[in-house]
T-cell receptor
């Protein structure tokens, strides 16, 4: 059974710092991996989607990498801003055609 | 509106009552998904519709949970004899095609319905 783990569970950093969020998954047979953002009381917003054949995706200050063989992904946020404060969820589309989510990392950027 | 909408945004009910949660997907989206997110957890898959039919309901926790999508657009998640453990945020998402590659498409999420069972 696919399991997705995110480390750390929570993170507080000063504004302007670069940071890395980690995600690991137990079954490498995935279609893709996505990083989502969830703000309090809001739904999920897809940030980056990496297909299984890809190694990374970039969007603005965000860069996500995927190492399928080792079951790992990282989300790199450059020059963090207070507006980046949210919960970041990692999710994989598994062989059963379901999306399996991690528990998320709660990020707080200190002004 | 252009996005997925869910109503109500919040629902408080008493143990044993029946509740209905509604999801309006993006117009033209064939696939619709329901997820449940408990406090401190990631969303967990409940059921997936392809058009009017439930293509996969393997995530429904028990027979108190049921969902319909009679006309292939709006969906209703129904919970009978609610229990305190049903308290969670229920998220709906839609995607354009679904099918065998449903999880490979971008899913667009609604804001969720926060259900509290007292």
């Amino acid at each position: 059974k696919q399991e997705v783990t995110q480390i750390p569970a929570a993170l507080s950093v000063p504004e302007g710092e670069n940071l890395v969020l980690n995600c690991s998954f137990t079954d490498s047979a995935i279609y893709n991996l996505q990083w989502f953002r969830q703000d309090p009381g809001k739904g999920l917003t897809s940030l980056l989607l990496i297909q299984s054949s890809q190694r990374e995706q970039t969007s603005g200050r965000l860069n996500a990498s995927l190492d399928k063989s080792s079951g790992r992904s990282t989300l790199y946020i450059a020059a963090s801003q207070p507006g980046d404060s949210a919960t970041y969820l990692c999710a994989v589309a598994d062989r059963d055609d379901k999306i399996i989510f991690g528990k998320g990392t709660r990020l707080h950027i200190l002004p | 509106g252009a996005g997925v909408s869910q109503t109500p945004s919040n629902k408080v009910t008493e143990k044993g009552k029946y509740v209905e949660l509604r999801c309006d997907p993006i117009s033209g989206h064939t696939a619709l998904y329901w997820y449940r997110q408990s406090l401190g957890q990631g969303p967990e898959f409940l059921i997936y519709f392809q058009g009017t039919g439930a293509a996969d309901d393997s995530g429904l926790p028990n027979d108190r949970f049921f969902a319909v999508r009679p006309e292939g657009s709006v969906s209703t998640l129904k919970i009978q004899r609610t229990e305190r453990g049903d308290s969670a945020v229920y998220l709906c998402a839609s995607s354009l095609w679904g099918g065998t590659s449903g999880a490979q498409e971008t899913q667009y999420f609604g804001p969720g319905t926060r259900l509290l069972v007292l």
